[in-house]
């Protein structure tokens, strides 16, 4: 039989192979300043080295204030952050600093520098890892101790190999929809957990029609549904990407076409490869929201809060605790339900074009009133390019604040936090309890949908407000 | 790495599903550049009353247990064995969570059915820390818990030489259930062993896989 994208570039991979462990070659390793001190203690106290400095890469996104990225205030993030600077110091590792002008969100830095490449496996302490999937590499989240690992061996082991499952996506998505609204509906359709063991593939007309940065926001969630990663096979959408724009450590001229030759190659033959399959229809989607704590707890915007005794893949005891948490009346109609805080940013949704899409729903409206905005670019590059098109103007004169690049409120470790109940309308990826602080309640959406919710004070379908004039 | 052969001890029962690791350990934890120090921070949020939890730079000093919380009754104090529901550990990589769990004390954690027990990222981080994760069938996970609902927290055994779960009634017979474990992993964890200096040993074949590498997948020189 042949084999699908995924066995590819694992076979590429195998250094030792048996019935039950691999030993994978690593060709990337991504690092930040939270899941890497311990890692780096280790080695430090068995006296190692890092084996291959020139493939490992670091920088500093979760702790960095956006407000003024230089001032870290908080004593303990302070100390996390100078610990990565002194340990790339002391183990000859590449620092994208704060101010290098390249800091950014690790997965949306690793694209944009060129070391993210079809065909390469691809790790870092960091579950959205599977976020460089959108090229055809094999990237996942890895723990501490096996980033010790691979900075000591630059190899991995691994159980026996995941299964292939096949997403398909058919179909145009309608206007005003986005790769976000896929992915969440495929997440909606499988479950939190309906993707474990796997590594998924997405393909079909609807991945096709989308630029990179659609495709890496559809990668960045498959860890949403269990998935070990997720992968999309590289095309002329792909190596465009890799050969334009700033990219520093893509290859050039003759080793960049012996490359595409290659990458070529990096193509499921016969869906019917897959151990699993499902399919999607990409034309019949509506925007999505998710109403509760995990994210496949996803409804239409058109819909209501469900009943607890009706939600997919959930107990009715689960779904009760969740509704609890999230303050919310089975039967209530999402778009009558009022949010606090609006956050454009992430590693899934803190690119060019996210910012673009959002900005074209707010330009020359207001963000409603009581209403906080934060938007949030995803790297130093995207806030710099972002600027030079003027989304920065087309957000400040809405109302809304413009700030530096960072991790910022996805996940809360800098001072950007929601307080006890405050409703968040958000372009990350986890709605999890407390995830963006303590007693907050997070709804993900798209970026259209966010800025849609930024300008109507409640969840609104961005589709009516795109066919208004403004 | 401290070896796993067996272990008794008694058990308690979390039996949410899909409990995250944010759940598991907040975020503002995870600004600690330490190793150790995780064990009262696990489930810091639902483990303590509002406002109790305690600070990330003294995870000693926290304000009152939340009755409520199923951890917090008195037959789950002294547990050593965690029962825990499906897709335990989904979300964030962070091994934090298994450090929080590893040092509030706990040796085994049992989840329900094979393959749907535990996020992957989780269930490697354990292995890595000697956290033994075991998934049951449905029927055998149903049997620990309702053994330790009557109980009070049921002495069980986990033997990783022969793989097996035994539960000791206060009444009745003993019953044991099977698991399994690839056996590569359960030899590292029943020797207790350094999985770097394991890998190191593979040099060669690392070399020699280095030299095949195709030019344009070296990250090209600045
Ligand atoms: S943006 Fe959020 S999900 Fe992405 S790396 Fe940062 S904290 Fe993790």
């Known amino acids: ?470 | 790495m401290e070896p796993f052969v067996t272990h008794r001890g008694r058990v308690a029962v979390l039996d949410w599903s899909d409990v995250n690791t944010d759940l598991i350990i907040p975020a503002r934890y995870l600004k600690r550049i330490e190793r150790t120090g995780y064990g009262p921070l696990l489930f810091a949020d639902k483990r303590y009353v509002p406002g109790g939890a305690p600070s990330p730079d003294q995870p000693e000093s926290h304000g009152p247990e939340d009755p409520d919380f199923p951890l917090n009754d008195p037959a789950a104090q002294g547990t050593t064995i965690l029962v825990v529901g499906h897709n335990f550990g989904c979300g964030s990589s962070r091994e934090h969570a298994v450090w929080a769990v590893a040092q509030a004390g706990y040796r085994a954690l049992i989840a329900p059915v094979k393959n749907e027990g535990f996020a992957d990222i989780f269930e490697g981080n354990a292995l890595n820390n000697g956290l033994l994760p075991i998934e049951l069938p449905e029927v055998a996970w149903n049997a620990i818990v309702l053994a330790s609902r009557e109980d009070g927290g049921a002495e069980t055994t986990i033997n990783l030489q022969d793989l097996t779960v035994t539960l000791h009634p206060a009444s009745g017979p003993e019953q044991s259930f099977p698991f399994d474990v690839p056996e590569a992993i359960r030899q590292r964890l029943l020797q207790g062993l350094d999985f770097i200096a394991e890998t190191l040993l593979l040099d060669n074949a690392i070399r020699s896989y280095e030299q095949t590498t195709p030019a344009w997948a070296t990250p090209q020189p600045a």
């Open chain 1, 1 to 470: 039989m042949s084999e699908t994208l995924f066995e590819k570039v694992w076979k590429r991979h195998e250094v030792r192979a048996n019935d039950e462990a691999t030993l994978l070659y690593i060709d990337r390793h991504l690092i930040h300043e939270v899941t890497s001190p311990q890692a780096f203690e280790g080695l430090r106290l068995a006296s190692r080295a890092v084996r291959r400095p020139d493939l490992t890469f670091a920088t500093l996104d979760h702790n960095v204030p956006t407000e003024n990225q230089l001032d870290i205030r908080e004593p303990m993030s302070r100390r996390q952050v100078e610990t990565l600077r002194a340990n790339c110091k002391e183990f000859g590792v590449t620092l994208y600093d704060i101010g290098s002008g390249r800091q950014g969100i690790v997965h949306i830095i690793g694209p944009e520098l060129g070391l993210t490449l079809p065909g390469l496996t691809i790790v870092c302490g960091d579950s959205h890892t599977s976020t460089h999937g959108a090229f055809g590499a094999l990237a996942f989240g890895i723990g501490t101790s096996e980033v010790e690992h691979v900075l000591a061996t630059q190899t991995l082991w691994q159980g026996q190999r995941p299964q292939s499952f096949g997403v398909e996506v058919t179909g145009q998505l309608p206007p005003g929809l986005e790769s976000k609204d896929i992915i969440l509906a495929i997440i909606r359709a499988i479950g939190t957990g309906g993707a474990t063991g796997t590594v998924l593939e997405y393909y079909g007309p609807a991945i096709r029609a989308l630029s990179m940065e659609g495709r890496m926001t559809i990668c960045n969630m498959s860890i949403e549904a269990g998935a070990r990663a997720g992968l999309i096979a590289p095309d002329d959408t792909t190596f465009e990407y890799i050969a334009k724009g700033n990219r520093p450590f893509a290859p050039k001229g003759a080793a960049l076409d012996l490359a595409i030759a290659d990458w070529k190659t990096l193509r499921t033959e016969d869906p019917s490869a897959f151990d699993r399959h499902v399919s999607i229809d990409a034309s019949t989607l509506v925007p999505q929201v998710t109403w509760g704590t995990n994210p496949a707890m996803t409804v239409d915007v058109t819909g209501t809060v469900p009943q607890p005794d009706q939600v997919p893949f959930t107990s009715a005891d689960d779904a009760h605790r969740a509704l609890d948490y999230m303050g919310l009346t089975p039967g209530t109609p999402m778009t009558e339900i009022p949010v606090d805080i609006v956050f454009i940013g992430s590693c899934t949704n803190g690119r060019i074009e996210d910012l673009r899409t959002a900005a074209k729903v707010m330009k020359g409206r207001k963000v409603a009133k009581g209403v906080r905005v934060l938007v949030v670019p995803g790297s130093e590059e995207v806030g710099a390019q972002a600027v030079s098109e003027g989304l920065d103007r087309v957000f400040s004169e809405a109302g809304a604040e413009w700030r530096q690049s960072g991790c910022s409120m996805c996940l809360a470790m800098n001072p950007d936090k929601l307080t006890p109940g405050q409703r968040s309308a958000s372009t990350s990826n986890r709605n999890f309890e407390g995830r963006q602080g303590p007693g907050g309640r997070t709804h993900l959406l798209s970026p259209a949908m966010a800025a849609a919710a930024a300008v109507t004070g409640r969840f609104a379908d961005v589709r009516e407000l795109l066919g208004k004039s403004k």
